[in-house]
């Protein structure tokens, strides 16, 4: 079940900055995704399986970037803590210049988090750059107004990089699968995972992908204008409205799928606004 911390009543808390990675692969059967699970425990989407990110660091906004990344200078903070976050998270990073064995990320992750090493420092030694080119824009998702915690996340896609597998941090993270979209959303349907509204149309809108190149072609399609749901409540029913809802202020789809989450149970399930 995800956990949301709906109050109409509370003083609107700005969205903070946030960036998170789509990382898909190839396969025998069909295309597929790197998903982690969050931590129960964590404040936000505690238990919850997501793609790999988090919030914007002051950090990564600093000059000191420049000589290690290539390509994304419109918002190269934004995918350098996409990155940043996929490496702590998934022990994936986007590089261009040469590639990293997954040991050596795995490596890597631990010191930086013991503070033995620094990202900037490791690729300037080893002649690296943040391949922020790779990163393709997908989607805007904002966290609703009533929520407490609230962020203004970019959705990026990229392909698994050479000699990288992914795996979680057992801190954040406490398990991590590859497994094709359709796959994910049938555990979903089964209750075994749970999924926030904008991770299930994700894996929605990439449910019919066959490959990679295909799920690149649909970011460079995709709508980038911010998606915030609006909650409404009908007979007691909680439901998060999407762009496009006849009850959402903005009149225009900006994703494909159903209009609405709907809060049914202990999840929020997509379905088409009521008849009126």
């Given at each position: 079940?995800?956990?949301l911390?709906?109050?109409?009543?509370?003083?609107?808390?700005?969205?903070?900055d946030?960036?998170?990675?789509?990382?898909?692969?190839?396969a025998?059967d069909?295309?597929?995704?790197?998903?982690?699970?969050r931590h129960?425990?964590?404040?936000?989407?505690?238990?919850?399986?997501?793609?790999?990110?988090?919030?914007?660091?002051?950090?990564?906004?600093?000059?000191?970037?420049?000589?290690?990344?290539?390509?994304?200078e419109?918002?190269?903070?934004?995918r350098?803590?996409?990155?940043?976050e996929?490496?702590e998270?998934?022990?994936?990073?986007?590089?261009?210049?040469?590639?990293?064995?997954?040991?050596?990320?795995?490596?890597?992750?631990?010191?930086?988090?013991?503070?033995?090493?620094n990202?900037?420092?490791?690729?300037?030694?080893?002649?690296?750059?943040?391949?922020?080119?790779?990163?393709?824009?997908?989607?805007?998702?904002?966290?609703?107004?009533?929520?407490?915690?609230?962020?203004?996340?970019?959705?990026?896609l990229?392909?698994?990089?050479?000699?990288?597998?992914?795996?979680?941090?057992?801190?954040?993270?406490?398990?991590?699968?590859?497994?094709?979209?359709?796959?994910?959303?049938?555990r979903?349907?089964?209750?075994?995972?749970?999924?926030?509204?904008?991770?299930?149309?994700?894996?929605?809108?990439?449910?019919?992908?066959?490959?990679?190149?295909?799920?690149?072609?649909?970011?460079?399609?995709?709508?980038?204008?911010?998606?915030?749901?609006?909650?409404?409540?009908h007979?007691?029913?909680?439901?998060?409205?999407l762009?496009?809802?006849?009850?959402?202020?903005?009149?225009?789809?900006?994703?494909?799928?159903?209009?609405?989450?709907?809060?049914?149970?202990?999840?929020?399930?997509?379905?088409?606004?009521?008849?009126?």
């Amino acid at each position: 079940m995800v956990k949301l911390d709906l109050d109409p009543a509370r003083e609107v808390v700005p969205p903070r900055d946030a960036a998170t990675i789509i990382v898909v692969r190839d396969a025998a059967d069909g295309m597929e995704v790197f998903c982690v699970e969050r931590h129960p425990k964590s404040g936000f989407l505690g238990g919850a399986v997501v793609f790999p990110g988090g919030k914007v660091d002051a950090g990564d906004a600093s000059d000191e970037w420049s000589t290690v990344v290539s390509g994304g200078e419109d918002d190269r903070a934004l995918r350098i803590a996409a990155c940043r976050e996929a490496l702590e998270e998934a022990a994936i990073l986007p590089l261009t210049g040469g590639s990293v064995t997954h040991d050596a990320l795995l490596d890597l992750r631990a010191r930086l988090a013991r503070k033995e090493a620094n990202l900037v420092a490791f690729l300037r030694d080893h002649a690296l750059r943040l391949d922020l080119g790779a990163l393709h824009p997908f989607a805007r998702w904002i966290t609703p107004v009533p929520e407490a915690r609230r962020y203004d996340t970019r959705f990026y896609l990229a392909t698994l990089p050479r000699d990288q597998s992914g795996a979680h941090d057992e801190h954040e993270t406490t398990s991590s699968f590859w497994a094709r979209p359709a796959d994910v959303l049938a555990r979903w349907e089964a209750g075994t995972v749970a999924l926030a509204p904008p991770t299930h149309r994700t894996l929605e809108v990439l449910a019919g992908v066959r490959t990679t190149a295909d799920a690149i072609a649909i970011a460079a399609g995709a709508c980038l204008d911010p998606i915030c749901p609006q909650v409404v409540t009908h007979d007691g029913t909680v439901a998060l409205v999407l762009p496009g809802d006849p009850e959402h202020d903005v009149r225009e789809s900006r994703v494909p799928g159903r209009s609405r989450y709907v809060l049914r149970g202990a999840k929020f399930v997509p379905e088409d606004a009521p008849a009126r």
